[in-house]
């Protein structure tokens, strides 16, 4: 027997199935919240999800049935049946910390050739996630969000934050928790994957607009050792008239292990910090900084928190107070410690010594080691979760640390100012992570291809849990083996890391965050030759084209934020209807209108190979094989051919060509490229690039590029629609401080139509 729930909105059913309590809450027509308990209901709030329950009247999108053994089974509009429990598990905990909790478990039927998407950040090359079986701790390279969707159109979002284990058999996933006051999970139908996307950020928040500088290149490496370093890197860029948004300094311009972390400028090479910030943004240019969520004895911000017994006890990097020897001298101990970041007063703790940073100038926060690092056998690891902290056990609450650490900080520089976005760049992340102005990256990767090829499903998965903001290491973090033997900073003469380092930085082109960074290695462009070189020449190239697309990607950005839009989205997410892509791992669509293809594989050189010294041809003809979806026809970014979709074309794929194509209807801005940083010029001329062949649309935004006045509505939109060969510029809507008052638009067909036009805000129709 079962018992169909045709709840109103905002209303909830509780059933009792013999010792087991059901639970079920709407908290939206398509959100639904289904708990389990043998005692009470889950009385905390929760930390990911922000949206209480509506009250409406509208028909639920999604029909809960439980059985008479506590099954719960959910349906559409139309009862087709979506997704089915199986067996569940609540074990009390009765002993330690967690003495009254549980032990929980939920599984769920799936089809067999069902494909789910999301989890989290996983190292594992797949875009489909069915058959995995792991233990769910956020760490360096791995992180995970309790959440997965499906093919079907929705999405599951477990809300534990203790360590899960995922295990599926090809039949039942199940998720099982070592802590938890109850089962308590949310069922989120949105029809699509971007149904699914925009009702996660519903329950846990929405992607707040980040700084236009942010979405410029960013060089990066570890680490420049002085002020002066890191000065000629900027002033380099400008000299070679590359541009160059963002500087980022690694860590150690504290001084040394003992003061890991101390948020000042101590080392002696950075003699005039503020001078070397003020100068920074004299270029044009923006500073992010290393931070972590740790910090050595002689710190200001350890003592404080040690006073008020607001540090974790186990052992995290680093572990020796020698920073020179490797590998640690133990009998040296840094005595480093985490800070509990899940406490509020460590938070503001932690702020108060960063506001010494944050008023020097500093732009960015990059946010290293939230996840945070553990060191010790499986044992003391185990034993180590058994201490207590703000939030109960460590246990209970071990992988929303990423989460509590860059809110605390998102939280606090909100409350400074409005004229200054927050932007956190992060190496973890939980659920809800999106709300908090910060972009995910991959962790600490090697230089490979295998590992690169890792990373285009990695981010487009981490996409899939509701995070649009993400990025890897261009060229790996760890290019050692590439360098000649005994010799650091080689490899970027090596033709066999140059192929990878092109091919990841044209990955990297259409990513959120474009961003250059590895050990071992100096990855600025005049490392890698000179002007009129190959491979200099495809660098260049690749970042003068970031800058090209900044009009396409802020207006994307906008999309993310107003309408929960994503930038990389896996193909299933546009073409749900040709199986194909269901589980296609290589390929993606940059905002609605471009299809990337990366070249995830050596052409030029021996992918097996680390060290060499031979010479290679790089002008040799070379290609790739790239499938375009059905459903769609296609142009080839580089040469304008059209393509029916549905097929395998083969492209040309030289070192300076990434496999690009365009959606037929597409419309797309493109800006100037002869800059040094984005917002040296402004959009005042403007090449449209249009693609007939369809009908479709574009919204071109525009603000102050920082500060959150577009909050208030200061912000302005042009629509552009295709509509066959008629284009239609729309009248311009809102304004913001600075706006132009007239601009022209240089319409350029991929047939060859080319037309000027002098726009005023007024509602234009061209005929093409």
């Not at 460590?346 to 702020?351: F, G, L």
């Not at 479709?696 to 509509?723: K, M, P, W």
């Amino acid at each position: 027997m079962k018992r169909y729930l045709f709840l109103a909105v905002a209303s909830f059913l509780c059933l009792s199935t013999g010792a087991q309590e059901v639970k079920v809450t709407y908290y939206s027509p398509e959100i639904v919240r289904v708990e389990k308990s043998e005692g009470n209901f889950r009385t905390t709030p929760s930390v990911v999800v922000t949206m209480a329950p509506e009250t409406s009247q509208k028909a639920p999108a999604v029909k809960v049935s439980v059985s008479k053994d506590g099954r719960v089974t959910f349906r559409d509009k139309y009862g087709r049946k979506l997704l089915t429990e199986g067996e569940c598990g609540i074990v009390e905990i009765e002993e330690g910390l967690d003495k009254g909790k549980y032990r929980v478990s939920q599984s769920w039927k799936l089809g067999k050739d069902e494909p789910i998407y999301g989890v989290g950040m996983l190292q594992n090359g797949k875009l489909s996630q069915r058959g995995e079986n792991r233990h769910m701790v956020q760490n360096n390279t791995e992180d995970y969000a309790n959440f997965f969707q499906s093919v079907k159109g929705y999405g599951i979002f477990w809300d534990n934050y203790s360590p899960t284990d995922l295990s599926d058999d090809g039949d039942v996933l199940a998720l099982s928790s070592q802590v938890g006051e109850e089962i308590d999970y949310y069922f989120i139908y949105g029809g699509n994957a971007d149904g699914v996307i925009a009702g996660m950020r519903k329950l846990s928040g929405k992607a707040p607009m980040l700084p236009l500088w942010t979405y410029g290149y960013h060089q990066s490496r570890e680490r420049y050792k002085s002020g002066k370093e890191l000065l000629d890197v900027v002033h380099g860029y400008r000299n070679a008239g590359v541009p160059l948004d963002g500087i980022i300094q690694d860590w150690q311009y504290w001084g040394n292990n003992y003061l890991w972390n101390a948020m000042e400028f101590l080392n002696a090479d950075f003699p005039d910090a503020q001078g070397m910030i003020d100068e920074v943004h004299s270029l044009g240019a923006h500073m992010s900084i290393s931070i972590w969520q740790s910090f050595g004895p002689q710190t200001k911000p350890y003592r404080q928190l040690k006073e008020k017994d607001l540090l974790l006890d186990f052992a995290t990097w680093p572990q020796s107070g020698l920073a020179e020897y490797w590998p640690p001298r133990m009998d040296y101990p840094s005595g480093v410690q985490c800070y509990d970041a899940y406490s509020p007063q460590a938070r503001d703790i932690y702020w108060d010594n960063l506001r010494r940073l944050y008023d020097m100038g500093i732009d960015a926060w990059w946010m290293d080691s939230t996840d945070p690092d553990h060191f010790g056998t499986a044992e003391s690891t185990d034993a180590d979760l058994s201490q207590k902290c703000a939030a109960g056990s460590l246990r209970s609450v071990r992988n929303i640390y990423p989460l509590a650490c860059v809110e605390g900080v998102y939280d606090h520089q909100r409350a400074v100012t409005s004229d200054k976005r927050v932007f956190i760049l992060t190496r973890s992340y939980f659920a809800g992570q999106q709300r908090t102005g910060a972009n995910t990256w991959s962790g600490d990767v090697n230089s490979s291809w295998n590992d690169f090829r890792h990373q285009i499903p990695l981010c487009l998965n981490y996409t899939l849990t509701g995070c649009p903001q993400v990025n890897s290491d261009i060229g790996g973090f760890f290019p050692g083996a590439y360098n000649k033997r005994g010799v650091t900073q080689t490899c970027s003469q090596n033709p066999l890391f140059q192929e990878l380092y092109v091919r990841w930085l044209q990955f990297g082109l259409f990513n959120p965050m474009m961003r250059s960074h590895g050990e071992s290695s100096r990855r600025e462009i005049w490392e890698f030759g000179r002007r009129g070189e190959p491979v200099y020449d495809a660098i260049e190239k690749t970042i003068r084209m970031r800058y090209a697309l900044l009009p396409y990607i802020y207006s994307t950005s906008w999309q993310v934020t107003s309408n929960d839009d994503s930038f990389m989205r896996a193909l299933v997410m546009d073409f749900a209807s040709d199986r194909n892509v269901w589980d296609m791992p290589d390929e993606f669509m940059f905002g609605r209108s471009l299809l990337v293809a990366p070249v995830d594989h050596a052409i030029f050189t021996n992918e097996e190979k680390r060290w060499s010294e031979e010479t290679f041809d790089w002008t040799v003809d070379a290609s790739d094989e790239v499938y375009l979806p059905a459903g769609a026809d296609w142009y080839d970014w580089w040469t304008g051919k059209r393509y029916k979709g549905g097929r395998k074309v083969t492209v040309n794929a030289a070192l300076d060509i990434i496999p690009l194509f365009a959606k037929a209807g597409s419309i797309i801005p493109v800006g100037p490229t002869d800059v040094n940083y984005a917002s040296e010029k402004s959009w005042d001329e403007l090449e449209i690039k249009v693609f007939p062949g369809a009908d479709g649309s574009f919204i071109l935004y525009e603000d102050e590029g920082d500060g959150y006045a577009y909050e208030n509505g200061e912000y302005s939109t042009v629509e552009f629609s295709l509509r066959g060969r008629r284009l239609t510029i729309g009248e311009r809507k809102g304004s913001f401080k600075g706006m132009s008052g007239s601009r022209v638009f240089h319409i350029v067909t991929v047939d060859g139509v080319e037309k000027d036009i002098e726009y005023k805000g007024n509602t234009t129709v061209i005929e093409l």
